[in-house]
Nanobody
Framework: QVQLVESGGGLVQAGGSLRLSCAASRSFFSINAMGWYRQAPGKQRDLVATITSGGSTNYADSVKGRFTISRDNARNTVYLQMNSLKPEDTAVYYC????????????????WGQGTQVTVSS
């Protein structure tokens, strides 16, 4: 089954930390860039951070210095360490795999996970 499985969301107080994980199923053979996006109620889905297979990272200005994205290429898993959380970080966080190949050799583009809720209380 082709899927991205997110975990690690929850409720935390402002100033606290959470670590999100996103594991790609074995159906994925290779993935170029993986990343995290978030969507707050009534707002559009925005970039949080991305990381390429080579380790190049990109962060939204609002999370720089607080969030760290990392990746285990062997496991096709991406992590997001979130520190110094703020109430404005509250959103559903979605994992994304931008492009790559499945095990059957076919290509994919822009695959999304189901999302995990992060709620930061003040």
């Amino acid at each position: 089954q082709v899927q991205l499985v997110e975990s690690g969301g929850g409720l935390v107080q402002a100033g606290g930390s959470l670590r999100l994980s996103c594991a790609a199923s074995r159906s994925f053979f290779s993935i170029n860039a993986m990343g995290w996006y978030r969507q707050a109620p009534g707002k559009q889905r925005d970039l949080v951070a991305t990381i390429t297979s080579g380790g190049s990272t990109n962060y939204a200005d609002s999370v720089k210095g607080r969030f760290t994205i990392s990746r285990d290429n062997a496991r096709n898993t991406v992590y997001l360490q979130m520190n110094s959380l703020k109430p404005e970080d509250t959103a559903v966080y979605y994992c994304n795999a931008d492009r790559g190949r499945y095990m059957d050799g076919s290509y994919f583009h822009d695959y999304w996970g189901q999302g995990t809720q992060v709620t930061v209380s003040s």
